[in-house]
């Protein structure tokens, strides 16, 4: 998959879930229950136990179904390490240049973190495809967005932190090409009780939410 179809495909889902979790065997379980609630895009990150084995394992099940996206890379060396696991797009929490022009030599979709006008201008500059906002919630939430996307409307911003049920309409019409979203989604103590449904159900409704935004 070419860096311009991973990005159409998650600017056209609109949600990448940030999978974070206290084993692999829970982040997998997220990942299926994610996609089977109509996302089948998935950042994991390199905060889960064994993240390159699960990212490694998930390429083996899925093929094209499932985009994979490395999550937390805060390096070169890292992000190599996830590319050869079969990551196919690399997201940090904030804006390494390194890791930017190695995404860059190596045609991978890069999702650098940014917060301030100027690290948001610094990170597309670099040559980062799209810039991760965080964390958005922190600091005033879709209202943020919006008034980044004032002076920067040509730059393509995920949101992550505060995105959940209440808000995730309100960041799509504030102008979110995507949203990033955590804990609302994938609860620790729903994999804890392997509730995997309520995350399923809970995609479905985010899915729905993103598209009737889009709408108004």
Not at 92 to 98: A, E, N, R
Not at 180 to 192: M, P, Q, V
Request: charge should be positive; proline fraction near 5%; aromatic fraction near 4%.
């Amino acid at each position: 998959m070419t860096k311009e179809e991973v990005r159409r495909r998650i600017v056209d889902i609109g949600i990448i879930p940030v999978i974070r979790a206290s084993t692999a065997e829970h982040a997998l379980m997220a990942v299926e229950s994610v996609a089977a609630g109509g996302i089948p895009v998935v950042e994991v990150t390199m905060t889960v136990p064994k993240a390159l084995d699960v990212i490694a394992e998930l390429a083996k099940r899925s093929g094209n179904e499932l985009l994979i996206g490395a999550g937390t890379v805060l390096d070169a060396k890292a992000a190599q390490r996830c590319l050869d696991a079969g990551a196919q797009f690399l997201v940090s929490p904030g804006f390494d240049l390194p890791t930017v022009k190695f995404s860059t030599s190596k045609k991978i979709l890069m999702i650098a973190g940014a917060l301030t006008p100027t690290e948001v201008i610094a990170a597309w500059n670099a040559g980062s495809d799209m810039v991760k906002i965080f964390p958005c919630g922190n600091v005033g939430g879709a209202k943020y967005i919006r008034a980044l996307k004032g002076p920067l409307p040509l730059i393509p911003m995920i949101p992550t932190g505060g995105v959940n049920l209440d808000t995730a309409a309100e960041f799509i019409r504030a102008g979110a090409e995507a949203l990033g979203i955590g804990g609302e989604l994938i609860s620790a103590s729903l994999l804890e009780s392997r509730k995997t449904l309520e995350i399923t159900n809970l995609a479905r409704r985010f899915v729905s939410i993103v598209q009737e935004a889009r709408l108004k």
